[in-house]
Every structure is written in C-alpha cells, then in structure tokens.
C-alpha cells in the first residue's frame, strides 16, 4: 500500500464514521427536545456552529474522496434530471454559508417559490429546456459534487449577486458566476491548484482549505470534460464547466 492508498483508507475509516456520528448526534440534540430536554439560546447557537463546521469538514473529507475515484475511473452511469441536482447542490452550497436560506429553499413548496427566494436573495438560475425536460446520463453524485462546491466558492466570495446557468446540448454546461473581487488573469490560473487560495483583505477571512476547486478540476478533467474561468456579462468571476454526456464516451470508446 503506498503513501496516497494509505491516506484514502484513513479518510473513508477513520474520517467519515466519526464525522457522521458527530452530525447525527447534534441533529439529535436539536431536533429532539422531548428526548434530551429543551435549550437555551446560547446552547442552540453552539449546536449549531458545530453543527455547520461538521458539515464543511465532511463536505472536504467528499472532496477527496470523490477525485480518488474519479482517478480509478469509478463512474456510475445513471439517468437524472438538472432541475432537480441544481435545487439540491443550491441547497447544500447555502447550509455551508447561510444556513437559515438553505432550510428556507428546502422547504420551498414549489419551483415557483424557491425562485422567489433565490431572487429575493440575489441569485439568479436559468436551465435550458434541453435540460430542462430531458435527463443527463453520467455520474449523479459526481456532478452534484461539482457544481455543488461551484455554488458554495460563488456564494461564499459574492458581495449581493450570484448567476448559475445551464446550457448545452448533447453536453452539459454549467456557468457559476458571482460580483466577488476582481481576479487578475495570473491569479485565475493559481485557483486550481492545492491547497491554493488568495490572500487578499476581502478574501483571507473567507473560511476554506482551498481544496474545493482544485477538486472540481480534477473531476471535470476525469470526467472528460472542460473547465474555465473568465469575466464578464456583469460579473467579475465566472467559472464554466463542460462534460459530455457518459453515453457518448461510451460510444466513442467502443468505436475506436
């Protein structure tokens, strides 16, 4: 066993267990006052913030999980609809910066009251009617993963706007955009990297490992697919990713 297979064992045992337990025992103590008793504010608020930290910390742990097995070549080909991914990544992208918007999205009773909120809150979301009546055939879980960690680095790095956008064909495209600080073409190169981040006044104090878009390159790119970063339509960062459905790798790989 060599020194990453080593690492990847201890994040799945030693990492994942206690983390879920952690999680599920937090959920318990907020959600179940008749069985462990009722809490002060000051109680609830430290639930809560252990609560959200536990999430980040389980959401990095998936981080590295998910480009392990992306690099095995593990993909799981299955049929999904885009409306309903990009509902559940804009939900679990918010619990990591806003908590009280992402359980005030999850109980929108309709699309049209979840558009509501999202406009009232900034964001805009605009899906093809390609996508928007067909299913994508690829990885569920790993385009969750990816567009998931796009919405969180928009929503965390904003200042009032984020756009996401899906488009594409036989492909899909996803556009995460956000009015956040202007980064120099030098500076877009260096957010891919690990462990990469920018030390900037408006940025450093903005919570991360700088893993999650180093992990989303590596999945893209396992995936067959593109990623880029430019500016413009109003915005000051736009990340852009392109994956062809996994049907038509298939088909191209039993051709050659």
Known sequence: MDEKDYLYDLLVHDLVG???VVATTV???LGKPERYGDLNRLQRECLERIKRNTQKARGLVQDIM???RAEESVFKCELFTMPELIREALIEGLEFVN???GDELSRAQSDSDADKILERNGISLSISDSHARASFCHDRRKVLHIVRNLVSNALKYR???MDLSVSGENDLVVSVSNDGPVISEGERQALFKRFSRLERNQMKDT?????GLFCVKALVEHMQGQISVSSGRGFNICFTVRIPAMELINQKEDVS
């Open 18 to 20: 206690p983390l879920a």
């Open 66 to 68: 998910e480009v392990a």
């Open 159 to 161: 200042k009032e706007k």
């Open 27 to 29: 959920s318990s103590l």
């Open 207 to 211: 919570p991360g490992a700088g893993l």
């Open 99 to 101: 908590p009280a918007l």
